[in-house]
Protein backbone atom coordinates (compact mmCIF):
# COMPACT_ATOMS: atom_id res chain seq x y z
CA UNK A 1 0.00 0.00 0.00
CA UNK A 2 2.53 2.17 0.24
CA UNK A 3 2.38 3.00 3.72
CA UNK A 4 5.94 2.02 5.08
CA UNK A 5 9.14 4.16 4.82
CA UNK A 6 11.45 2.64 2.77
CA UNK A 7 15.12 2.05 3.79
CA UNK A 8 17.98 1.26 1.97
CA UNK A 9 20.55 -1.36 3.18
CA UNK A 10 24.15 -1.60 2.08
CA UNK A 11 25.44 -4.57 0.66
CA UNK A 12 28.42 -6.55 2.55
CA UNK A 13 30.70 -4.93 0.59
CA UNK A 14 30.28 -1.35 1.30
CA UNK A 15 29.70 -2.12 5.20
CA UNK A 16 33.16 -4.20 4.69
CA UNK A 17 34.39 -0.73 3.26
CA UNK A 18 32.60 1.90 6.16
CA UNK A 19 34.19 -0.99 8.47
CA UNK A 20 37.83 -0.21 7.57
CA UNK A 21 37.34 3.46 6.95
CA UNK A 22 35.62 4.19 10.80
CA UNK A 23 38.34 1.86 11.98
CA UNK A 24 40.93 3.85 10.58
CA UNK A 25 39.11 6.98 12.00
CA UNK A 26 39.21 5.83 15.32
CA UNK A 27 42.87 4.99 15.19
CA UNK A 28 43.51 8.42 14.01
CA UNK A 29 41.65 10.33 16.72
CA UNK A 30 43.69 7.86 19.47
CA UNK A 31 46.73 9.17 17.83
CA UNK A 32 45.50 12.44 18.42
CA UNK A 33 44.79 11.89 22.00
CA UNK A 34 48.43 10.47 22.13
CA UNK A 35 50.22 14.04 20.47
CA UNK A 36 47.96 16.01 22.81
CA UNK A 37 48.90 14.44 25.95
CA UNK A 38 52.87 14.81 24.75
CA UNK A 39 52.37 18.63 24.48
CA UNK A 40 50.34 18.73 27.54
CA UNK A 41 53.35 17.50 29.65
CA UNK A 42 56.07 19.54 28.24
CA UNK A 43 53.37 22.63 29.02
CA UNK A 44 53.13 21.56 32.87
CA UNK A 45 56.50 21.28 32.88
CA UNK A 46 57.24 25.13 31.02
CA UNK A 47 58.96 23.86 28.35
CA UNK A 48 58.53 25.47 25.30
CA UNK A 49 58.30 23.95 21.97
CA UNK A 50 60.68 25.23 19.17
CA UNK A 51 59.69 22.89 16.58
CA UNK A 52 56.72 23.08 14.38
CA UNK A 53 56.38 19.73 14.57
CA UNK A 54 57.86 17.43 17.65
CA UNK A 55 56.13 14.28 15.71
CA UNK A 56 58.74 14.11 12.51
CA UNK A 57 62.38 13.87 12.83
CA UNK A 58 63.67 17.26 13.86
CA UNK A 59 61.29 17.04 16.41
CA UNK A 60 61.51 13.46 17.71
CA UNK A 61 65.68 14.52 17.60
CA UNK A 62 64.95 17.49 19.89
CA UNK A 63 62.54 15.64 22.47
CA UNK A 64 65.50 12.82 22.70
CA UNK A 65 67.84 16.15 23.87
CA UNK A 66 65.67 16.53 26.62
CA UNK A 67 66.54 15.67 29.87
CA UNK A 68 63.04 15.41 31.88
CA UNK A 69 62.69 13.84 35.41
CA UNK A 70 60.55 11.15 35.93
CA UNK A 71 57.76 10.19 35.07
CA UNK A 72 57.59 12.65 32.63
CA UNK A 73 60.03 11.38 30.75
CA UNK A 74 58.52 7.67 30.77
CA UNK A 75 55.15 9.25 30.05
CA UNK A 76 56.46 11.04 26.90
CA UNK A 77 58.47 7.82 25.80
CA UNK A 78 55.37 5.19 26.26
CA UNK A 79 53.02 8.02 24.02
CA UNK A 80 55.66 8.31 21.84
CA UNK A 81 56.07 4.89 21.17
CA UNK A 82 52.09 4.70 20.73
CA UNK A 83 51.61 6.82 18.71
CA UNK A 84 54.30 4.71 16.02
CA UNK A 85 52.43 1.85 16.53
CA UNK A 86 48.88 3.55 15.40
CA UNK A 87 50.51 5.38 12.72
CA UNK A 88 51.66 1.67 11.00
CA UNK A 89 48.31 0.07 11.79
CA UNK A 90 46.62 4.07 10.18
CA UNK A 91 49.37 3.77 6.75
CA UNK A 92 48.30 -0.38 6.64
CA UNK A 93 44.26 0.82 6.60
CA UNK A 94 45.11 3.19 4.10
CA UNK A 95 46.72 1.24 1.68
CA UNK A 96 44.05 -1.75 2.15
CA UNK A 97 41.26 0.57 1.36
CA UNK A 98 42.97 1.86 -1.72
CA UNK A 99 43.48 -1.48 -3.06
CA UNK A 100 39.86 -2.14 -2.58
CA UNK A 101 38.89 1.09 -4.28
CA UNK A 102 41.51 0.54 -7.59
CA UNK A 103 38.95 0.12 -10.03
CA UNK A 104 35.84 2.61 -8.75
CA UNK A 105 35.49 5.26 -10.80
CA UNK A 106 33.38 7.06 -8.15
CA UNK A 107 36.64 7.11 -6.09
CA UNK A 108 39.06 8.43 -9.16
CA UNK A 109 36.68 11.04 -9.79
CA UNK A 110 35.83 12.70 -6.77
CA UNK A 111 39.95 13.09 -6.08
CA UNK A 112 39.84 15.70 -8.89
CA UNK A 113 37.83 17.97 -6.75
CA UNK A 114 39.95 20.38 -4.76
CA UNK A 115 40.65 19.48 -0.98
CA UNK A 116 39.86 15.53 -1.47
CA UNK A 117 42.61 13.28 -1.46
CA UNK A 118 42.32 9.41 -0.91
CA UNK A 119 41.13 9.35 2.49
CA UNK A 120 38.28 11.25 2.18
CA UNK A 121 37.19 10.47 -0.99
CA UNK A 122 37.52 6.64 0.02
CA UNK A 123 35.20 7.84 3.77
CA UNK A 124 32.36 9.47 0.87
CA UNK A 125 32.46 6.40 -1.34
CA UNK A 126 32.07 4.28 1.51
CA UNK A 127 29.32 6.51 3.36
CA UNK A 128 27.08 7.13 0.29
CA UNK A 129 27.21 3.40 -0.72
CA UNK A 130 25.56 3.40 -4.75
CA UNK A 131 25.48 7.04 -5.17
CA UNK A 132 23.09 6.17 -7.98
CA UNK A 133 19.99 5.78 -5.58
CA UNK A 134 19.77 9.50 -5.28
CA UNK A 135 17.74 11.06 -7.97
CA UNK A 136 18.78 14.76 -7.66
CA UNK A 137 22.15 16.66 -5.76
CA UNK A 138 19.36 18.12 -3.59
CA UNK A 139 18.59 14.64 -2.21
CA UNK A 140 21.90 13.27 -1.75
CA UNK A 141 22.63 16.84 0.41
CA UNK A 142 19.84 16.54 2.25
CA UNK A 143 20.36 12.95 3.02
CA UNK A 144 23.68 13.78 4.33
CA UNK A 145 22.68 17.07 6.77
CA UNK A 146 24.81 19.78 4.35
CA UNK A 147 21.39 21.47 3.44
CA UNK A 148 21.22 24.68 5.54
CA UNK A 149 18.46 25.77 7.94
CA UNK A 150 15.54 27.94 6.24
CA UNK A 151 13.36 30.12 8.25
CA UNK A 152 10.90 31.71 6.56
CA UNK A 153 8.05 34.52 7.78
CA UNK A 154 6.73 37.11 5.50
CA UNK A 155 9.17 38.53 2.78
CA UNK A 156 12.10 37.53 6.05
CA UNK A 157 13.97 34.77 4.84
CA UNK A 158 16.83 33.49 7.35
CA UNK A 159 19.16 31.43 6.17
CA UNK A 160 21.38 29.46 8.87
CA UNK A 161 23.79 27.01 9.05
CA UNK A 162 23.97 23.07 7.42
CA UNK A 163 21.32 20.87 9.60
CA UNK A 164 23.77 17.78 10.18
CA UNK A 165 20.43 15.83 10.58
CA UNK A 166 20.58 13.59 7.25
CA UNK A 167 18.45 10.56 7.32
CA UNK A 168 20.81 7.77 7.48
CA UNK A 169 20.09 5.21 4.18
CA UNK A 170 17.04 6.77 3.64
CA UNK A 171 15.21 5.63 0.74
CA UNK A 172 14.65 7.89 -2.20
CA UNK A 173 11.31 9.87 -3.88
CA UNK A 174 10.95 11.34 -0.24
CA UNK A 175 11.04 15.27 0.34
CA UNK A 176 14.38 16.48 1.34
CA UNK A 177 15.74 13.28 1.96
CA UNK A 178 12.32 12.10 3.96
CA UNK A 179 11.55 8.05 2.33
CA UNK A 180 9.06 8.37 -0.03
CA UNK A 181 6.78 6.00 1.83
CA UNK A 182 6.52 8.48 4.45
CA UNK A 183 6.32 11.12 2.40
CA UNK A 184 3.03 9.18 0.45
CA UNK A 185 2.05 8.63 4.46
CA UNK A 186 2.26 12.06 5.15
CA UNK A 187 0.45 12.93 2.43
CA UNK A 188 -2.75 10.64 2.94
CA UNK A 189 -2.75 11.55 6.54
CA UNK A 190 -3.32 14.84 5.63
CA UNK A 191 -6.40 14.13 3.53
CA UNK A 192 -7.97 11.95 6.20
CA UNK A 193 -7.55 14.91 8.42
CA UNK A 194 -9.25 17.09 5.96
CA UNK A 195 -12.01 14.45 5.02
CA UNK A 196 -13.65 14.40 7.71
CA UNK A 197 -15.73 17.73 8.86
CA UNK A 198 -15.26 18.71 12.55
CA UNK A 199 -17.21 17.42 15.08
CA UNK A 200 -20.65 18.93 16.26
CA UNK A 201 -20.60 20.53 20.06
CA UNK A 202 -23.83 19.59 21.61
CA UNK A 203 -25.35 22.46 23.46
CA UNK A 204 -25.21 21.44 26.43
CA UNK A 205 -21.42 21.33 26.17
CA UNK A 206 -21.12 24.94 24.56
CA UNK A 207 -23.94 26.28 27.66
CA UNK A 208 -21.10 24.41 30.58
CA UNK A 209 -18.04 26.32 28.96
CA UNK A 210 -19.17 29.91 29.19
CA UNK A 211 -19.82 29.93 32.78
CA UNK A 212 -18.68 28.35 36.47
CA UNK A 213 -21.47 25.56 35.67
CA UNK A 214 -18.85 23.54 33.80
CA UNK A 215 -16.44 23.36 37.01
CA UNK A 216 -16.90 20.59 39.80
CA UNK A 217 -19.32 20.92 42.09
CA UNK A 218 -16.81 20.76 44.83
CA UNK A 219 -14.84 23.44 43.11
CA UNK A 220 -17.36 26.19 43.62
CA UNK A 221 -17.46 26.87 47.49
CA UNK A 222 -20.21 29.03 49.63
CA UNK A 223 -20.19 32.48 50.03
CA UNK A 224 -18.65 33.73 53.65
CA UNK A 225 -21.78 35.81 54.58
CA UNK A 226 -25.40 35.58 53.44
CA UNK A 227 -27.32 37.72 51.01
CA UNK A 228 -27.85 40.63 52.76
CA UNK A 229 -31.69 41.12 51.14
CA UNK A 230 -33.42 38.39 53.43
CA UNK A 231 -32.33 40.12 56.42
CA UNK A 232 -32.63 43.75 55.33
CA UNK A 233 -36.22 43.11 53.72
CA UNK A 234 -38.42 41.92 57.24
CA UNK A 235 -36.73 44.76 59.43
CA UNK A 236 -37.52 47.39 57.14
CA UNK A 237 -41.12 46.08 57.02
CA UNK A 238 -41.50 46.12 61.07
CA UNK A 239 -40.12 49.45 61.12
CA UNK A 240 -37.22 48.69 62.62
CA UNK A 241 -33.50 50.49 61.21
CA UNK A 242 -31.77 48.02 58.68
CA UNK A 243 -28.55 46.37 60.27
CA UNK A 244 -25.39 45.84 58.58
CA UNK A 245 -25.09 42.09 58.42
CA UNK A 246 -22.48 40.55 59.99
CA UNK A 247 -19.15 38.08 58.12
Same mark, same amino acid.
Request: glycine share 10%; net charge positive.
Given at each position: ?5 ? *?????? !???? %???? =?????? %? ?10 ? @? &? ?8 ? =?????? +? ?16 ? +? ?6 ? %???? %????? =? ?9 ? &? ?17 ? *????? &?????? @? ?16 ? @? ?18 ? *???? +? ?10 ? +? ?24 ? !???? @?????? !? ?18 ? !? ?5
Amino acid at each position: MGRLPE *AWIAPL !PVRE %LREL =TRYRAK %LVSLRTSCKDQV @H &AVLAKLGIPV =TCSDIF +GKAGSAWLDGLRLPQPYA +GKITSLRH %LTGE %LTTEI =TMLSEVTADLL &AGDRGYQVIQQLSGIGPVL *AAVII &AEIGDV @HRFRSAAQLCSWAGLTPR @HRESDVKVTRGHVTEQGIAE *AALG +GHRGRPAGAARL +GDRRGQERHHHPPRERSPQHRQGRRG !PAAA @HPGVLR !PAGRADPLPVLLPRAAAGEP !PRRPGP
